[in-house]
């Protein structure tokens, strides 16, 4: 465990920003911009496809489940290597690995999200779409107006568990030299050769506390969210038979 302190102690700086401000940003920094940018960017992409999905016309839906069955499909690995060298034929350029990694992330983690959008989306009563049709919304409008506040609300935990995925997926970045947590691991590594085991244990460390600390997060929010639900469903159940709900500051009955 020593020689584990001794390795936090030396480079505990470049496991946090990498090789930044002589280099490019890298290490658990660069990690967690790289998961958020990735959630962030492929979250209007997943609405999109999960409309696309569930909506009554052909020539939304059949192009939105191919793409969504194709990308869940493939390993993540896969899609890397197909952005890494697609991206530059399209724009006629090269590109840094951040940015190949970034645009991997919002297509990988927008199918995958598109999912959990579509689920819940269809979890919501069916009388929240016909009550916002009789009253004459569209189909657009319903979705946008109606049932899309709810569902994405309900949806926070799922959506939270699925950035802890991302955080760890970065991890494949090191194949197209992403300087993210992994690469400045491997980096210290090859410096020391002698103690990979001490140098890839606070690599895995690192990844716990932070996906644990996620996790934990994620847990409070389905309770804060049970909760509420339940406060709501006795509140409907009061307003049905006409009695009230108990104060949450009357005293007890002996």
């Known amino acids: 465990m020593y020689s584990v302190y001794e390795i936090l102690r030396d480079n505990w ?4 920003v990498g090789q930044y401000p002589n280099g490019p940003l ?3 920094v660069a ?3 790289l998961s958020v ?3 962030v960017l492929a979250f209007p992409l997943s609405v999109l496809l999960a409309l696309a999905r569930l909506s009554p016309w052909r020539v939304l839906r059949w192009p939105a489940t191919v793409l969504v069955y194709v990308v869940r499909g493939v390993p993540l690995l896969m899609v890397i290597l197909w952005v890494y060298f697609l991206v530059p034929l399209l724009i006629g350029r090269d590109v840094s690995g951040f940015t190949t990694m970034l645009c991997t992330l919002v297509i990988y983690e927008g199918a995958y999200l598109s999912e959990v ?3 819940g989306i269809q979890a919501l009563p069916k009388g929240q779409t016909e009550a916002a049709r009789a009253l ?3 189909h657009l409008g319903t979705m946008w107006f109606v049932i899309l506040p709810q569902a994405l609300y309900n949806m926070l935990p799922s959506m939270l568990s699925q950035f802890i995925s991302t955080i760890k997926e970065t991890t494949l970045g090191y194949v ?4 993210e947590l992994t690469f400045a691991a491997n980096q210290i590594n090859n410096q020391l050769l002698t103690k990979p085991f001490q140098v890839f244990f606070i690599l895995a460390m690192t990844y716990y506390v932070v996906c644990f600390s996620l996790t934990q997060l994620t847990q409070w929010l389905e309770r804060r969210i049970a909760h509420k639900r339940l406060g709501a469903a006795q509140a409907q159940a009061s307003a049905a038979d006409g009695t009230p709900l108990p104060s949450p500051m009357a005293a007890p009955q002996p």
């Not at 700086?13 to 946090?16: D, E, P, Q, T, W």
């Open 31 to 33: 990690t967690l911009i």
């Open 26 to 28: 890298g290490g658990i």
């Open 117 to 119: 959008v579509r689920a």
């Open 13 to 16: 700086l470049l496991l946090l």
């Open 136 to 138: 004459g919304h569209s």
């Open 176 to 179: 197209i030299n992403v300087q």
């Open 37 to 39: 940018l990735g959630i």
